[in-house]
T-cell receptor
Framework: NAGVTQTPKFQVLKTGQSMTLQCAQDMNHNSMYWYRQDPGMGLRLIYYSASEGTTDKGEVPNGYNVSRLNKREFSLRLESAAPSQTSVYFC?????????????FGPGTRLTVL | AQSVTQPDIHITVSEGASLELRCNYSYGATPYLFWYVQSPGQGLQLLLKYFSGDTLVQGIKGFEAEFKRSQSSFNLRKPSVHWNDAAEYFCAVGFGNEKLTFGTGTRLTIIP
Protein backbone atom coordinates (compact mmCIF):
# COMPACT_ATOMS: atom_id res chain seq x y z
CA ASN A 1 0.00 0.00 0.00
CA ALA A 2 1.23 3.46 -0.89
CA GLY A 3 -0.89 5.09 1.83
CA VAL A 4 -1.60 8.74 1.06
CA THR A 5 0.08 10.19 -2.02
CA GLN A 6 0.24 13.81 -3.13
CA THR A 7 1.26 15.48 -6.36
CA PRO A 8 3.16 17.58 -7.09
CA LYS A 9 5.86 17.67 -4.40
CA PHE A 10 6.92 21.21 -5.27
CA GLN A 11 5.27 24.02 -7.21
CA VAL A 12 6.03 27.66 -7.91
CA LEU A 13 3.20 29.89 -9.12
CA LYS A 14 2.85 33.51 -10.03
CA THR A 15 0.18 35.60 -8.36
CA GLY A 16 -3.16 35.03 -10.08
CA GLN A 17 -2.32 31.64 -11.55
CA SER A 18 -4.43 28.62 -10.74
CA MET A 19 -3.51 25.08 -9.90
CA THR A 20 -4.88 21.86 -8.42
CA LEU A 21 -3.17 19.78 -5.79
CA GLN A 22 -3.94 16.11 -6.05
CA CYS A 23 -4.32 13.60 -3.23
CA ALA A 24 -5.13 9.90 -3.32
CA GLN A 25 -5.33 7.19 -0.68
CA ASP A 26 -5.46 3.42 -1.09
CA MET A 27 -6.55 2.49 2.43
CA ASN A 28 -10.29 2.55 1.70
CA HIS A 29 -10.73 5.43 4.14
CA ASN A 30 -13.92 7.43 4.14
CA SER A 31 -12.69 10.79 5.41
CA MET A 32 -10.09 12.97 3.75
CA TYR A 33 -8.58 16.31 4.76
CA TRP A 34 -6.52 19.20 3.44
CA TYR A 35 -4.26 21.16 5.79
CA ARG A 36 -1.78 23.93 5.38
CA GLN A 37 1.32 24.22 7.53
CA ASP A 38 2.96 27.55 8.19
CA PRO A 39 5.89 28.28 10.53
CA GLY A 40 4.75 28.73 14.12
CA MET A 41 1.12 27.97 13.31
CA GLY A 42 0.98 24.20 13.27
CA LEU A 43 -1.49 22.57 10.89
CA ARG A 44 -4.68 24.36 10.00
CA LEU A 45 -7.59 22.60 8.38
CA ILE A 46 -8.67 24.01 5.02
CA TYR A 47 -11.42 21.60 3.96
CA TYR A 48 -12.44 18.07 4.72
CA SER A 49 -14.67 15.41 3.25
CA ALA A 50 -16.40 12.96 5.57
CA SER A 51 -17.49 10.76 2.68
CA GLU A 52 -17.65 10.65 -1.08
CA GLY A 53 -19.87 13.46 -2.31
CA THR A 54 -19.60 15.66 0.78
CA THR A 55 -17.20 18.45 1.66
CA ASP A 56 -17.06 20.92 4.53
CA LYS A 57 -15.09 24.01 5.37
CA GLY A 58 -12.37 23.94 7.95
CA GLU A 59 -10.62 26.75 9.74
CA VAL A 60 -9.07 28.54 6.72
CA PRO A 61 -11.14 27.82 3.56
CA ASN A 62 -10.96 31.22 1.86
CA GLY A 63 -9.25 31.13 -1.52
CA TYR A 64 -9.59 27.37 -1.92
CA ASN A 65 -12.02 24.89 -3.44
CA VAL A 66 -12.08 21.12 -3.15
CA SER A 67 -13.47 18.17 -5.03
CA ARG A 68 -14.02 14.69 -3.69
CA LEU A 69 -13.74 12.93 -7.01
CA ASN A 70 -14.36 9.46 -5.61
CA LYS A 71 -13.56 7.58 -2.45
CA ARG A 72 -9.85 7.56 -3.22
CA GLU A 73 -9.21 11.09 -4.43
CA PHE A 74 -9.58 14.53 -2.91
CA SER A 75 -8.22 17.55 -4.77
CA LEU A 76 -7.54 21.11 -3.63
CA ARG A 77 -7.79 23.96 -6.11
CA LEU A 78 -6.40 27.46 -5.91
CA GLU A 79 -8.32 29.54 -8.45
CA SER A 80 -6.21 32.69 -8.21
CA ALA A 81 -3.09 32.14 -6.16
CA ALA A 82 -1.88 34.80 -3.74
CA PRO A 83 1.46 35.12 -1.91
CA SER A 84 -0.39 34.44 1.36
CA GLN A 85 -1.05 30.93 0.06
CA THR A 86 2.66 30.12 0.08
CA SER A 87 2.74 27.14 2.41
CA VAL A 88 3.19 23.41 2.72
CA TYR A 89 -0.02 21.53 2.02
CA PHE A 90 -0.80 18.16 3.53
CA CYS A 91 -3.52 15.72 2.68
CA UNK A 92 -4.71 13.18 5.24
CA UNK A 93 -7.27 10.41 5.51
CA UNK A 94 -8.94 8.27 8.16
CA UNK A 95 -11.68 5.73 8.65
CA UNK A 96 -14.98 7.52 9.24
CA UNK A 97 -17.39 6.86 12.02
CA UNK A 98 -14.85 6.37 14.76
CA UNK A 99 -13.81 9.77 15.97
CA UNK A 100 -10.89 8.44 17.86
CA UNK A 101 -9.10 7.06 14.83
CA UNK A 102 -5.90 8.71 13.82
CA UNK A 103 -5.33 10.50 10.55
CA UNK A 104 -2.72 9.31 8.06
CA PHE A 105 -0.75 11.97 6.24
CA GLY A 106 0.77 12.33 2.81
CA PRO A 107 4.29 13.68 2.23
CA GLY A 108 3.13 17.22 1.45
CA THR A 109 3.27 19.72 -1.40
CA ARG A 110 5.49 22.75 -0.99
CA LEU A 111 3.89 25.69 -2.80
CA THR A 112 5.48 29.07 -3.41
CA VAL A 113 3.44 31.94 -4.84
CA LEU A 114 5.51 34.82 -6.19
CA ALA B 1 -13.63 26.34 21.08
CA GLN B 2 -11.15 23.61 21.69
CA SER B 3 -7.47 24.53 21.66
CA VAL B 4 -4.13 22.83 22.06
CA THR B 5 -1.06 24.48 23.55
CA GLN B 6 2.51 23.37 23.13
CA PRO B 7 4.35 25.94 25.23
CA ASP B 8 7.85 25.08 24.06
CA ILE B 9 8.64 26.25 20.54
CA HIS B 10 12.15 24.79 20.53
CA ILE B 11 13.94 22.39 22.87
CA THR B 12 17.57 21.33 22.77
CA VAL B 13 18.77 18.22 24.59
CA SER B 14 21.95 16.21 24.61
CA GLU B 15 22.01 12.79 23.05
CA GLY B 16 21.27 10.22 25.74
CA ALA B 17 19.41 12.69 27.95
CA SER B 18 15.75 12.36 28.86
CA LEU B 19 13.06 14.33 27.10
CA GLU B 20 9.65 15.70 27.99
CA LEU B 21 7.51 17.70 25.57
CA ARG B 22 4.48 19.44 26.97
CA CYS B 23 0.95 19.53 25.62
CA ASN B 24 -2.15 21.06 27.20
CA TYR B 25 -5.67 21.23 25.83
CA SER B 26 -8.72 23.22 26.75
CA TYR B 27 -12.14 21.62 26.59
CA GLY B 28 -14.57 20.16 29.07
CA ALA B 29 -14.78 16.62 27.80
CA THR B 30 -11.98 14.07 27.70
CA PRO B 31 -10.55 14.17 24.22
CA TYR B 32 -8.81 11.66 22.06
CA LEU B 33 -5.13 12.57 22.15
CA PHE B 34 -2.34 12.07 19.66
CA TRP B 35 1.33 12.81 19.21
CA TYR B 36 2.77 13.06 15.72
CA VAL B 37 6.38 13.50 14.59
CA GLN B 38 7.53 15.28 11.47
CA SER B 39 11.06 14.86 10.13
CA PRO B 40 12.36 17.64 7.86
CA GLY B 41 10.65 17.61 4.48
CA GLN B 42 8.35 14.76 5.47
CA GLY B 43 4.72 14.25 6.38
CA LEU B 44 3.45 13.53 9.87
CA GLN B 45 3.84 10.10 11.43
CA LEU B 46 1.78 8.94 14.39
CA LEU B 47 3.87 8.25 17.51
CA LEU B 48 1.09 7.27 19.91
CA LYS B 49 -2.53 7.83 20.85
CA TYR B 50 -4.79 7.84 23.90
CA PHE B 51 -8.48 7.00 23.83
CA SER B 52 -9.33 5.66 27.26
CA GLY B 53 -8.10 3.32 29.96
CA ASP B 54 -4.53 3.28 31.15
CA THR B 55 -3.32 6.87 31.23
CA LEU B 56 0.25 5.93 30.33
CA VAL B 57 0.50 4.93 26.69
CA GLN B 58 3.44 3.52 24.81
CA GLY B 59 4.28 4.43 21.27
CA ILE B 60 6.82 3.76 18.59
CA LYS B 61 10.51 4.65 18.76
CA GLY B 62 10.58 4.30 22.55
CA PHE B 63 8.21 7.21 23.25
CA GLU B 64 5.49 7.27 25.89
CA ALA B 65 2.92 9.82 27.00
CA GLU B 66 0.83 10.28 30.09
CA PHE B 67 -2.68 11.68 30.16
CA LYS B 68 -3.42 13.74 33.28
CA ARG B 69 -7.07 14.74 33.38
CA SER B 70 -6.64 17.11 36.34
CA GLN B 71 -4.01 19.08 34.42
CA SER B 72 -5.56 18.72 30.94
CA SER B 73 -2.16 17.55 29.79
CA PHE B 74 -0.71 14.85 27.57
CA ASN B 75 3.08 15.16 27.82
CA LEU B 76 5.41 13.14 25.64
CA ARG B 77 8.48 11.52 27.17
CA LYS B 78 11.49 9.50 26.18
CA PRO B 79 14.09 8.22 28.68
CA SER B 80 17.10 8.59 26.37
CA VAL B 81 17.04 10.49 23.09
CA HIS B 82 18.93 9.51 19.98
CA TRP B 83 20.32 11.85 17.35
CA ASN B 84 17.64 10.73 14.90
CA ASP B 85 14.88 11.92 17.23
CA ALA B 86 15.59 15.45 16.01
CA ALA B 87 12.32 16.52 14.40
CA GLU B 88 9.20 18.56 15.02
CA TYR B 89 6.56 17.10 17.32
CA PHE B 90 2.88 17.91 17.21
CA CYS B 91 0.20 17.22 19.78
CA ALA B 92 -3.35 16.87 18.47
CA VAL B 93 -6.78 16.43 20.08
CA GLY B 94 -10.11 15.18 18.76
CA PHE B 95 -13.53 15.03 20.35
CA GLY B 96 -15.35 12.32 18.47
CA ASN B 97 -16.15 14.37 15.41
CA GLU B 98 -14.35 14.48 12.11
CA LYS B 99 -11.66 16.97 12.99
CA LEU B 100 -8.41 17.17 14.90
CA THR B 101 -6.96 20.32 16.42
CA PHE B 102 -3.18 20.55 16.29
CA GLY B 103 -0.76 22.40 18.51
CA THR B 104 1.82 24.71 16.97
CA GLY B 105 4.59 22.16 17.37
CA THR B 106 7.86 21.79 19.28
CA ARG B 107 11.10 21.58 17.37
CA LEU B 108 13.60 19.22 18.98
CA THR B 109 17.33 19.62 18.45
CA ILE B 110 19.78 16.96 19.66
CA ILE B 111 23.36 17.90 20.46
CA PRO B 112 26.13 15.29 20.55
Amino acid sequence: NAGVTQTPKFQVLKTGQSMTLQCAQDMNHNSMYWYRQDPGMGLRLIYYSASEGTTDKGEVPNGYNVSRLNKREFSLRLESAAPSQTSVYFCASRIRGQGRNEQFFGPGTRLTVL
Amino acid sequence: AQSVTQPDIHITVSEGASLELRCNYSYGATPYLFWYVQSPGQGLQLLLKYFSGDTLVQGIKGFEAEFKRSQSSFNLRKPSVHWNDAAEYFCAVGFGNEKLTFGTGTRLTIIP
